[in-house]
C-alpha cells in the first residue's frame, strides 16, 4: 500500500506570493491533517479534514486554509506569504477522524518564504 | 500554553546501553499517548503508543511507560542502537473523538558507536 504522498517536496517562494501545497492520503483513508514544523516548536497543527469537512482547526490566521476533496485528497492553501511562514508542512492521514487513531505522515514539503 | 512538554531537546547515549526520553502534559483529559520517530527529511513515523487504561506498554526494544498522577510519560529503548539516532515527539489526544493530536517539541536522540 503506498504512503502518504505530498507534492511539491520544495518550494521557494517570496513574500506576499501565495502557494497550494498537495497531499495524497493513504488508500481508504479519510482523515487529513496539517501540521506545520519549524525548528525548536515541534509540530503545530493547522487543520484536518474528514469526508471533505474540516473538523478541527489550529491557532493560525486565516491566510491558512485547506480543503479536501471527495477522493480524500487535500490541499494546503497560504496567502500573502511572509518570512515566519518558511517551515516543513507535513500531511497525515488516518482511517477515523479520532485523537487515537494513529496518523501516518508524508514525507512533507519544504517551504521557504524569501 | 504547551500542553506537551519534552523538555530535553538532545540526549546522546552510548550504543548498548538505556536511552530514556521524557514527556510531560498537563491537560487532565489526556488519556492516549504516542511516540513518533522523525529521521531528517522524512515524515514522523509512529512507534508505539499507550491508553491511560495502562502504565506499561512494550514492542521489542521500546518500552513506554505512563505515569498518569505525575502525568508524565516516557520511552524506553533497549539496547540503544546507532539507527535509532532521530528526533523522538510525544503526542497526546483527549478521548471526546474530535480532538487532534497534541505534539512535543521532540528530543534529538544520538546513539554513539
Known amino acids: 500500500k503506498a504512503g502518504v504522498t505530498q507534492t511539491p517536496r520544495y518550494l521557494i517562494k517570496t513574500r506576499g506570493q501565495q502557494v497550494t501545497l498537495s497531499c495524497s492520503p493513504i488508500?481508504?483513508?479519510?482523515?487529513v491533517s496539517w501540521y506545520q514544523q519549524t525548528p525548536g516548536q515541534g509540530l503545530q497543527f493547522l487543520f484536518e479534514?474528514?469526508?471533505?469537512?474540516?473538523?478541527n482547526k489550529g491557532n493560525f490566521p486565516g491566510r491558512f486554509s485547506g480543503r479536501q476533496f471527495s477522493n480524500s485528497r487535500s490541499e494546503m492553501n497560504v496567502s500573502t506569504l511572509e518570512l515566519g511562514d518558511s517551515a516543513l508542512y507535513l500531511c497525515?492521514?488516518?482511517?477515523?477522524?479520532?485523537?487515537?487513531?494513529?496518523?501516518?505522515f508524508g514525507p512533507g514539503t519544504r517551504l521557504t518564504v524569501l | 500554553d504547551q500542553q506537551v512538554k519534552q523538555n530535553s531537546p538532545s540526549l546522546s547515549v552510548q550504543e548498548g546501553r538505556i536511552s530514556i526520553l521524557n514527556c510531560d502534559y498537563t491537560?487532565?483529559?489526556?488519556?492516549?499517548f504516542l511516540w513518533y520517530k522523525k529521521y531528517p527529511a522524512e515524515g514522523p513515523t509512529f512507534l508505539i503508543s499507550?491508553?491511560?487504561?495502562?502504565d506499561k506498554n512494550e514492542d521489542g526494544r521500546f518500552t513506554v511507560f505512563l505515569n498518569k498522577s505525575a502525568k508524565h510519560l516516557s520511552l524506553h529503548i533497549v539496547p540503544s542502537q546507532p539507527g535509532d539516532s532521530a528526533v523522538y515527539f510525544c503526542?497526546?489526544?483527549?478521548?471526546?473523538?474530535?480532538?487532534?493530536?497534541?505534539f512535543g517539541k521532540g528530543t534529538k536522540l544520538t546513539v554513539n558507536p
Open positions: 497525515a492521514s488516518s482511517l477515523k477522524a479520532s485523537g487515537r487513531a494513529v496518523e501516518f
Open positions: 488508500s481508504g483513508h479519510r482523515s
Open positions: 479534514y474528514f469526508s471533505e469537512t474540516q473538523r
Open positions: 491537560n487532565s483529559m489526556f488519556d492516549y
Open positions: 499507550i491508553s491511560s487504561i495502562k
Open positions: 503526542a497526546a489526544s483527549s478521548g471526546s473523538g474530535s480532538e487532534k493530536l497534541v
